[in-house]
């Protein structure tokens, strides 16, 4: 009897491990925290994976965007879509709806911000960092300053001769942006027309391109060439020049010496954002976000 009743109570224990078994297996393989799962097997999973941001506008923040883009993607998972088209391409993408953010290196114009109202948004405006638009020059070009003044002229095509602003006796070669292009619009109203003191505009021989890359080709590829670009964008290979004898650097924008410099924005269509693009404008005012926007050569906020 003591031995019946030994292997009873070994196979009620059996059957007791065989219901837990049977029940685990049938539980869900994650187990959630509080911002982030993980699997049976101990892998995370990201608090974002499988939602989805798109981001179109300027071409001055693509690159900064697509590295703000890859630090949270690695940290928080999802996919983040960066895509460039100006800052008035990036507008008009939130108005119609084929983006969830647009990247701007100007403010909204009222007409866009109209046309917004009327397709129902309640457009947020974020500044993320701070720009200075440095002018470049061939490395063929001695002039090694410039004023407000004789930019615009230059632009104009007032001065079309190096020799005009102590250079060579060379052809004036001028680059600008195109209409899209936010830097093109600030730099046509705080350069070209002095601050919108006067109703100038861009040369007609000015060779308007759509990118800073771009510019950047055509001043490193040609002689004689005058061109403006983001801060971002400068390379130790290209030659720039100062303007109004100050040089276009983090320092000087911060303090506010050099002359042409401006805030760089993200605008979102609503108030109430997805998970994923509310998070991504937490990042970048996050210090890790603002430690990349100066890595890649802009102005911090702070």
Known sequence: MKRSKFLSVIIVGIAALLINSMILAGCKDTVKTSKESVTAEGSKVLPYEGQELVISGS??????????????????????????????????????GINDLANASRQIKDEELQAAKDAGLDVQ?????????????????????????????????EITNWQDVGGDN???????????????????????QLGKTVENDYSETALRLQSNADVVNQVKNNDNAIGYIGLGYLEESLKTVKVEGVEPTVDTVKDGSYPISRGLYVYAPDKELSEIA??????????????????EGFVPLK
């Open 278 to 295: 509310q998070a991504y404008i937490d990042f970048i005012f996050s210090d890790e976000g603002q430690e990349i926007g100066l890595q």
């Open 170 to 192: 060379a052809e004036i070669v001028v680059i600008a942006r195109d209409s899209s292009s936010g830097t093109g619009e600030y730099f046509l109203k705080e350069v070209v």
């Open 125 to 157: 405006e974020y500044i993320v960092l701070y720009d200075g638009i440095a002018v470049i020059v061939s490395s063929n070009v001695s002039v090694e300053d410039l004023t407000i003044e004789e930019l615009s002229k230059i632009y104009t095509g």
């Open 59 to 96: 071409t001055t923040l693509l690159q900064v965007s697509e590295a703000w883009a890859s630090a949270f993607m690695e940290k928080y998972g999802g996919t983040i879509i960066v895509n460039g088209g100006g800052s008035g391409g990036g507008i008009a993408d939130m108005i119609n």
